[in-house]
């Protein structure tokens, strides 16, 4: 049988770069090639046992029906809970939805906000399932792009100066993917203000809020008219869990429901139910403990790659990244990234991943290895750069 046509959408979303990268680096391994992974979004460490033994005895007692769409309530008041005490965000359970993965409340977010003809701004260099989200809803992405001048973030003045009348949302993050860099709280809360002030729906990703390393963490939710992403894949260890957040005004709620119902059903059910472990205090000590961990091997890599000579103009305060310039050994960063995974055995991400501005100037760096292996990966590229 011939193929189908298929819907515009799905030949205008890319593919993510970073999984080809990922599958070549396994085919290399199965044939006996050592290769350090640099490449892929998730922290080398096991989830905590505590949560693990959550979800299992979730099963056994035969948890394994549908929750509510918006999610089990004790887990909803756990969330708001956490919001209230770590970031002093007082947030009312009845306005967290919880969803499968961060993906699942962008994509509810989007979904509720943005439609044919609407606009979304958000960064250039950022996360790329962000963008296709929109496309998928039929909004278009404005791009805005952003440098080490405003730390690779969005600012009010570059919103304001993007902005059309067809604008319906602004999406920031921070900390940021892939650049790791933080959103000043003042010019957040000018964003806010200005948003607000003109009827444009603020989405906020603090999928990385936890693994916040210098300065305070501050929280989009401590305002009520703020959508607020998270998720329980990084800080909590629960990528394969599949298990997120949104914080959303209390006006969306009925109309974010019923997206949920149709979307997902639900988020699943053990997940749901190890995840309560999540916020227990022995839990949080071990996760503090790894966060401190990615702290040593932040301090160890980013003066590291500096050294070797990739320009790195803004260390990262969070998230687990380094966003490099590369150019000084290729003008390409897919090429390099090839030759660095064919002939160094090192694995990263190409900036094309993560948007058009410089792109191919700029590597994605993970450290989720650990500090030994961080180590062998930057005598790999010293190799590599002096050959």
Known sequence: MKPLPLAARAGEIAPFRVMEILARAKALEAAGRDVIHLEIGEPDFATPAPIVEAGVRALRDGHTHYTGAL??????????????????????????????????????????????????????????????????????????????????????????????????????????????TVMPFDELARIRDWCAERRIALIVDEIYLALTYDGGEHSAAVWDDVFVVNSFSKYFLMTGWRLGWLVAPAWAMPALERLAQNLFLAAPTPAQHAARAAFKPGTLALLEARKAELRQRRDYLLPALRGLGFAIPVAPQGAFYLYADCSRFDADSQSLADRLLAQAGVAVTPGLDFGAHRAAQHLRIAYTQPLARLNEAVDRLKRFVQA
């Open 71 to 180: 999610g089990l309530i004790e887990l909803r008041e756990a969330i708001a809970a956490f919001h209230a005490t770590r970031w002093n965000a007082p947030v009312d359970a009845a306005r967290v939805i919880v969803t499968p993965g961060a993906s699942g409340a962008l994509l509810l977010a989007l979904g509720l906000l943005a439609g044919p003809d609407d606009e979304v701004l958000m960064a250039d260099p950022g996360y790329p399932c962000n963008r296709h989200f929109a496309r998928f809803c039929e909004a278009r992405t404005v791009s805005v792009p952003v440098d080490a001048a405003t730390g690779f973030q969005l600012t009010r003045d570059l919103v304001a100066a993007y902005a059309t009348p067809a604008t319906r949302a602004v999406l920031v993050a921070s900390p940021s993917n892939p650049t790791g």
